[in-house]
């Protein structure tokens, strides 16, 4: 019976270690998330992002809105940014602010499809008639949350995407 007394001591110990290492490492990439940070433990690199609702944004929302109320389905990234020297959006990041939904099938390869159709609020939002907060907090590709800040579609449509303020002079610390 001691001798399980024993183990299970030896248990707590180790878990009260690993408890501390963990707040020690949480502590650590807190305070330096936002400038960015290697992690001691992956190497991953950690960084803040502030993604900005920008024109961009907005102008994929409005055309995908402006395409389901004229036949309410789900729509390709591709049928709605016609630009030949462009592929992709950040539109589809609009799904953070549940502004858009994207649908849950995959395709061929296993990558999801790209389609996309408005939500009730992202009908809203295009008609300007509710604001939502203009940054989504992402640290290594999850939301974080939002910024304090709200706006409505037409600030966004003011306001053209600034890669830089984006990257918050990451480009220049990894030269």
């Known amino acids: 019976m001691k001798k399980q007394h024993k183990k299970l001591h030896d248990f707590v110990e180790i878990t ?8 020690q490492l949480v502590e650590v990439i807190t305070d330096h998330f936002e400038q960015g940070i290697d992690c001691p433990c992956c190497g991953r690199y950690v960084k803040l992002y502030k993604r900005k609702l ?4 907005a102008t994929f929302l409005m055309q995908l809105v402006r395409q ?3 036949e309410p389905r789900w729509y390709s990234t591709r049928e709605l940014v016609t630009s030949a020297r462009k592929a992709s959006t950040d539109g589809s990041y ?3 602010w549940g502004l858009i939904e ?4 995959k395709n061929s390869s296993g990558a999801t499809c790209g389609m996309y159709r408005p939500t009730k609020l992202g009908i809203k939002f295009s008609q300007n008639k509710v604001s939502v907060p203009s940054h989504l907090h992402m640290i290594c590709g999850e939301v974080a949350g939002f910024g304090p800040d709200h706006i409505y579609i037409k600030d966004c ?7 830089a303020q984006l990257m918050g002079g990451i480009m220049e610390s990894q030269k």
């Open 16 to 23: 009260d270690s690993i408890k501390d290492a963990i707040g």
């Open 102 to 105: 994207r649908k849950s099938s």
């Open 157 to 163: 449509l003011e306001s053209p995407f600034e890669f």
């Open 68 to 70: 389901y109320k004229s």
């Open 54 to 57: 920008h024109n961009e944004m």
């Open 94 to 96: 609009l799904v953070h």
